[in-house]
């Protein structure tokens, strides 16, 4: 503001002076006399000045005519002058507007008017590199993939523009889905700009779905040091890789690698189960079942789970099951009442056939959660007590139409996978899957296993003797409809049988002890006891048949899916 207000002061300074002096001028009485031409001239002080201005005005005209006549001497001569200067700014400055304008174009979406403008621009403009880049993006709005290919080809020549190129070309891989090359543009991308993130997420996100597990942890490990992701972010993702990495060590027979991987994983994240459940099995295999021990019950404390369970008794594999029972106590009491707690201990309960107990430790969670692994358990344990097979119906009734449970769900496109992975294999999103129930359960249990849908099945003892199962098979039989109405009261409750239960029965093994039962086959039942098909409309009947096998030495099988004979296949329900 002070510097207007001085240009200001002296706008009127200037023009007070030039007032003075022709007022000074008009005063006087001398005046200028000429002669020439045998004229003689009189002029006053006035038109003295003026006379002085016109010439200076003349001879600035005069050079400037002379210095234009030599610069169009020079310009017919070939020689740069300010002619052809005049006419580079004026072919630069249509040039700019050209692209501009392109871009403008580009952004609005309109890609052949953006390519007639960027043809324009590289016509108008020396800039290869900018009008290249203007030609590439039109052709990508406009849908022509060749030409954007051979223009993001052309500016791999230009220093300044290979990374453009390489990022190009890198888009159009991935749209196409070539992953394989986009993954080696992604790579050389990455060489040119490491900081950059786009970049940085696309080669992650390519190297987890390759399978390059020490890549990708490459690529972590620089993010954190550049401080663009957090710590806790950072050790949770590269336990998830050196899980991965372990498992494949593992796949390729190096198995102390993949201990020490898994437990480096563990470590890294005690709440990431699949690394927990490896690093107790390393320790295992190790004898070192202190260790493995201590690692399950540390995740158990975190989050409990049914692979954990599974881990933690093949810790001891042969045990009674009362010896069981006393030994999963210290597991449980790290987090006693959560609800996997309780259903692991009515199940360790249901195979050391101690109903009551069983009842006690499931509590109201089949009013309160009723899942299909929870109604099941109640089942199990009311036909243990030796209650009517009618009361069992109805809790296998409802176990067909009830939740599933927890499963692993993911947190990008709520997609429900069997196993966890590090990757979804719908939205392919990196560390998304979360042990919870999803927000709309899956009913019934003729689905994929996820851990939670069926009873666990401990560990296997040495030398099982036989165990029925059932063979279902259906016949549809379709009557013809009855006329009149059907009666819809409910059957009067019939009495509880007094015989002992069928199901789960008492047997010696060759060693003396008890075998360890497993609490599934206590809800094995006939389908056809959710009770009879109403008439007038086809109904279902299911035909059982025992059918023996024979089971020999042990083998540990997953708490959270039952085996399923080959020559059986799913039964629908």
């Known amino acids: 503001m002070i510097l207007s207000i001085l240009k200001i002061l002296f706008f009127f300074a200037v023009v007070l002076a030039l007032t003075l002096f022709a007022v000074r001028l008009s005063e006087t009485g001398d005046a200028l006399y000429l002669a020439f031409g ?106 022509d993939a060749a030409t954007a290919n051979t223009v993001y080809r052309r500016l791999l020549a230009d220093d300044r523009t290979r990374f453009v190129g390489v990022r190009g070309l890198m888009r159009q891989k991935l749209a196409e889905g070539d992953t394989a090359t986009a993954l080696k ?19 992650l996100a390519l190297q987890t779905g390759q399978g390059d597990w020490k890549g990708a942890r490459a690529i972590l490990k620089d993010k954190r040091k550049q401080g663009a992701l957090p710590q806790d972010v950072h050790l949770r993702r590269d336990a998830v890789l050196a899980l991965q990495e372990a498992k494949e060590v593992l796949a390729h027979g190096n198995s102390i690698s993949a201990r020490e991987a898994a437990i480096s994983a563990n470590r890294a994240s005690p709440d990431l189960i699949p690394a927990a459940v490896l690093a107790a099995r390393s320790y295992i295999a190790q004898k070192d079942f202190r260790n493995a021990a201590r690692v399950l019950q540390k995740t158990w404390s975190v989050r409990p789970h049914p692979a954990v369970a599974a881990a933690y008794a093949e810790i001891v594999p042969e045990e009674t099951p009362a010896q069981r029972l006393k030994r999963f106590e210290a597991l449980m009491s790290k987090n006693p009442d959560d609800e996997e707690t309780h259903l692991l201990r009515a199940e360790l309960a249901l195979t050391a056939e101690d109903f009551p ?80 129930e999803p927000e709309q359960p899956s009913l019934g249990v003729g689905t994929t296993g996820n851990g939670a849908e069926v009873l666990p099945l401990i560990v296997g003892t040495p030398a099982r003797p036989a165990v029925t ?105």
Request: with cysteine; hydrophobic share 40%.
């Open 357 to 436: 107990a069983a009842r006690r430790a499931l509590g109201d969670l089949a009013q309160t959660h009723p899942t299909v692994r929870s109604l099941s358990i109640m089942a199990a344990i009311e036909r243990g007590e030796g209650s009517d097979d009618a009361v069992v119906r109805g809790w296998l009734a409802r176990a067909l139409t009830a939740s599933r449970g927890p499963q692993w769900v993911c947190d990008k496109c709520h997609n429900i996978m069997a196993d966890w992975a590090p990757v979804c294999d719908n939205c392919g999103g990196f560390d998304t899957l979360t042990w919870r």
């Open 38 to 143: 045998g004229k003689e001239y009189v002029l006053g002080p006035i038109q003295t000045f003026v006379a002085i201005v016109l010439l200076f005005i003349a001879v600035w005209l005069i050079a400037k005519l002379l210095g234009l006549a030599v610069a169009f001497l020079r310009f017919l001569m070939g020689d740069q002058t300010a002619i052809s200067r005049y006419f580079a700014r004026s072919r630069e400055r249509k040039g700019y507007e050209a692209l501009s304008e392109g871009m403008l174009a580009v952004a609005s979406g309109e890609g052949k008017l953006a390519q007639e403008k960027a043809a324009r621009a590289a016509k108008l403009l020396d800039r290869p590199h900018v009008t290249d880049l203007l030609a590439a993006q039109a052709a990508e709005v406009a849908g």
């Open 185 to 203: 543009l992604a790579e050389k991308a990455y060489a040119l700009k490491p900081r950059h993130a786009e970049v940085q997420d696309t080669l």
């Open 469 to 573: 199962e059932l063979e279902i098979e259906e016949e549809v039989v379709a009557e013809p409809p009855r006329k009149g109405p059907i009666d819809i009261t409910p059957p009067e409750p019939m009495r509880p049988a007094t015989k002992a239960p069928d199901v789960v029965a008492p047997s010696s093994s060759p060693q003396g002890k008890q075998p360890d039962y497993e609490p599934s086959s206590t809800v094995r039942t006939p389908d056809d006891a959710v009770g009879a098909p109403a008439e007038g409309n086809a109904r279902t009947r299911r035909v059982e048949r025992p059918r023996e096998v024979i089971e020999s030495g042990p083998h540990p099988v997953r708490p959270d899916v039952e085996p399923i004979d080959p020559d059986e296949g799913p039964s629908r329900l």
